[in-house]
């Protein structure tokens, strides 16, 4: 379908310039982020409040698991408890699994749209406009994503690995009579650490290429590839920006994952319905931390891109150049 639009035509990288991180320190940067989005929120409360609810099914198919109570080599296995676990956890697991990819889905539309904005500095106003340009690139951005899962999958499977193993160590699953999997305490920061970092890695990528596809038309594996040679090339400097982006979404979670730590007796901490008020609070937060998230990343790569414009320029004629 052609239809015109304004576009980023293209966008050059200078590779010796060091990325920009002024912004993080700037007052000025900060309040004009927050205005922004504040702005624009009404356009990202319903996907943060799907988010939360898929946040929540996984809690609860995580207490579940964590609370039950069966011994797999026992000759007098539980099987109506065990039949209500799996009931509970297909449930769970498929509501959540529903959620979680709309709500995804969702988010990568509009957090590409708002870095366009950001990239062509248009006013909150042009965001409905903006949004209309990213769909027209839908099908593009998609197949860019379908790539980028090649890359995400290198440091995204070990940190699963570490949290499924995690998640199974606190279970109350047995084996013998022996718990089913028991995690040394020698190893459980080593593990924290590297399932932490890893997915540290995985936001990035993901913030970077966010930014890229919604300035590019080139090859959907050549914009996975650049975002990629961007990461290594520039790791340091998007580590640090990585590290502003979990500071910011733990301070607007502050309030409930200071109360959950400090101030919740101990038997309200195994309280189903406190675990998940914490989850819909920290999915709900979303709406503001995750906009935010998506300015940093902008801001810091914007200085290092030549930007043109070109005007009417139909979007079929610039996938086809793309492919």
């Known amino acids: 379908m052609a239809a015109s ?19 993080l320190l700037s007052a000025n940067w900060w309040t004009g982020a927050f205005q ?26 995580d207490y579940s698991l964590s609370h ?15 039949t209500n676990l799996g009931a509970k956890l297909a449930f ?13 889905s969702m988010w990568l539309e509009k957090l590409t749209a708002l870095a366009r904005l ?30 980028a899962v090649i890359f995400l999958l290198v440091p995204l499977i070990p940190a699963s690995v570490c949290m499924a193993f995690k998640i199974l160590a606190n279970s109350q699953l047995y084996a013998m009579g022996e718990p089913l999997i028991v995690i040394p305490e020698v190893a459980r920061l080593p593990m924290n650490l590297a399932e932490s970092l ?13 930014v890229i596809s919604s300035a590019l038309s080139i090859a959907p594996a050549k914009a996975a590839k650049f975002s990629a040679r961007l990461m290594l090339n520039q790791a340091g400097r998007l580590m640090i920006a990585t590290f502003f982006v979990v500071l910011l979404n733990a301070l607007l979670s502050a309030p409930m994952s200071i109360y959950l730590a400090y101030l919740a007796p101990a038997e309200q ?12 609070w920290f999915g709900l937060s979303s709406a503001l931390a995750w906009p935010l998230s998506m300015l940093i990343f902008v801001e810091m790569l914007k200085k290092n891109f030549s930007i043109s414009t070109q005007q009417e320029q139909s979007f079929s004629s610039s996938e086809n150049s793309a492919e």
């Open 36 to 61: 922004l989005v504040f702005k624009l929120m009404r356009h990202f409360v319903l996907v943060a409040f799907l988010f939360a609810w898929s946040n929540a099914f996984t809690a609860y198919a």
């Open 68 to 82: 039950c109570n069966l011994d797999f080599a026992s000759t007098e296995i539980d099987l109506p408890a065990l």
């Open 5 to 23: 639009e304004t576009q980023l035509a293209e966008l050059s990288f200078d590779g010796d310039k060091q990325l920009y991180l002024s912004h």
């Open 118 to 147: 950001a990239l062509l500095e248009r006013m909150p106003a042009d965001y409905k406009d903006t949004k209309r340009e990213v769909d027209l690139k839908k099908g593009y951005i998609a197949a860019v994503w379908m790539v």
């Open 198 to 210: 890893l997915f540290s890695i995985s936001m990035a990528y993901c913030l970077v290429l966010a």
């Open 92 to 104: 769970a697991t498929v509501v959540a699994l529903i959620l979680g990819l709309l709500s995804l």
């Open 269 to 280: 901490k195994k309280d189903l319905l406190l675990i998940i008020v914490s989850q819909l």
